[in-house]
């Protein structure tokens, strides 16, 4: 309505007339669904942000989010879902409409414009095949998008974290022996790779001790838990695992433990955890490396200060700086 108003309107320059013109002549459901497909895209994108910075606390959940999150951009934009009539929504009955959907119904509603003699009808023949011509090109970024995501975000040490994921054990569990027996196989990977992180060298005995620990003790949470997690809503993992950890009795009951367990170094790590992908792989590295540089090599004897290190909410460099208390102490 305002390019035809500027279009026809006298008063207006005529250079800056013949480009409304122009513009509203080119305008075509191409051009709508592109922004309402642009316009879905970003929230999507935002949501997950939100997500991932916000909602989600636990970082064992990141990569079954990330991963549901791409399976919804798979049916929206890939599978051309996007495109559909919403379904009531609401108890009262109310919709929620994509972008992209209300961008292309209220095209095909819009009535014929007349403008300079000249009448623009913005629904015509042909305006089926230029929305699709709009979803494919966005299915390219969408594609690349997600292909590069799931690449290089479930790849991170952060989503190895996952290994704490009460829920992901639970349905592992409920599956077919040999869906479990890949997930079995996953999990040890993973601690592989968080324990060479943290110690800089993934000993075979210890990470052997440490599998069998965190199977004992995930399988005994999850049957702890099974009401719980029958949940589909966000969990956080961590009191769950920190009630079980702290109790001795019920670690030597499950593990047959005398002392703390063979991971409790690594669930110091874990729930530490705050924000950010690459907080993790920074965190375990200077772990080791202030640990080693003040305690010398990694043993048992370091646990106390691992936890600090791992717990404390002070910048890495503030480590070095001993407290003032200590300092007139000596």
């Known amino acids: 309505m305002v390019l035809c108003v500027q279009a026809t309107d006298a008063a207006i320059p005529?250079?800056?007339?013949e480009r409304a013109a122009a513009w509203l002549e080119n305008m075509s459901p191409h051009h709508a669904a592109l922004a309402g497909l642009s316009a879905d895209?970003?929230?999507?994108?935002?949501?997950?942000?939100?997500?991932?910075?916000?909602?989600?606390?636990?970082p064992s959940q990141f990569k079954r989010l990330v991963l549901n999150w791409i399976g919804k951009q798979e049916r929206l934009f890939m599978e051309?879902?996007?495109?559909?009539?919403p379904v009531a929504s609401h108890e009262d009955g109310s919709q929620l409409a994509s972008a992209t959907w209300t961008a292309i119904n209220n095209l095909m509603e819009c009535p014929p414009i007349v403008y300079q003699?000249?009448?623009?009808?913005?629904?015509?023949?042909?305006?089926?095949?230029?929305?699709?011509?709009?979803?494919?090109s966005v299915q390219v970024t969408c594609r690349a998008s997600l292909d590069r995501l799931l690449a290089e975000?479930?790849?991170?040490?952060?989503?190895?974290?996952?290994?704490?994921?009460?829920?992901?054990?639970?349905?592992a569990q409920q599956g077919p022996p040999d869906i479990y027996d890949v997930f079995c196989t996953?999990?040890?990977?993973?601690?592989?790779?968080?324990?060479?992180?943290?110690?800089?060298?993934?000993?075979?005995?210890?990470?052997?001790?440490?599998?069998?620990?965190?199977?004992?003790?995930?399988?005994?949470?999850v049957r702890k838990h099974k009401k719980e997690l029958k949940s589909d809503a966000l969990?956080?993992?961590r009191p769950l695992w920190a009630s079980f950890l702290d109790s001795p009795s019920e670690v030597r009951e499950v593990l047959g433990l005398e002392q703390r367990s063979a991971f409790e170094d690594l669930y110091h790590v874990y729930n530490a955890y705050s924000s950010?992908?690459?907080?993790?792989?920074?965190?375990?590295?200077?772990?080791?490396?202030?640990?080693?540089?003040?305690?010398?090599?990694l043993d048992d004897s370091t646990m106390a200060s691992l936890t600090f290190l791992a717990c404390s909410p002070l910048e890495e460099t503030s480590f070095a700086i001993r407290p003032e208390s200590f300092q007139d102490e000596k």
């Open 14 to 17: 005529k250079k800056q007339r």
């Open 41 to 58: 895209w970003g929230l999507e994108c935002s949501e997950l942000i939100r997500l991932l910075d916000v909602d989600a606390r636990d």
């Open 80 to 85: 051309g879902r996007i495109l559909e009539e």
């Open 117 to 136: 003699q000249r009448v623009k009808s913005f629904w015509h023949k042909g305006a089926k095949e230029e929305v699709l011509r709009a979803v494919d």
């Open 153 to 171: 975000f479930t790849d991170n040490l952060v989503c190895d974290l996952s290994l704490f994921d009460l829920s992901a054990w639970n349905q």
């Open 186 to 221: 996953n999990t040890r990977r993973k601690l592989v790779r968080l324990l060479t992180a943290l110690h800089r060298g993934g000993d075979s005995g210890r990470v052997r001790l440490c599998y069998e620990q965190i199977l004992g003790a995930a399988t005994h949470l």
């Open 235 to 237: 969990m956080d993992n």
């Open 276 to 297: 950010g992908t690459s907080r993790t792989e920074r965190n375990l590295g200077a772990a080791a490396k202030q640990l080693q540089v003040h305690c010398g090599p």
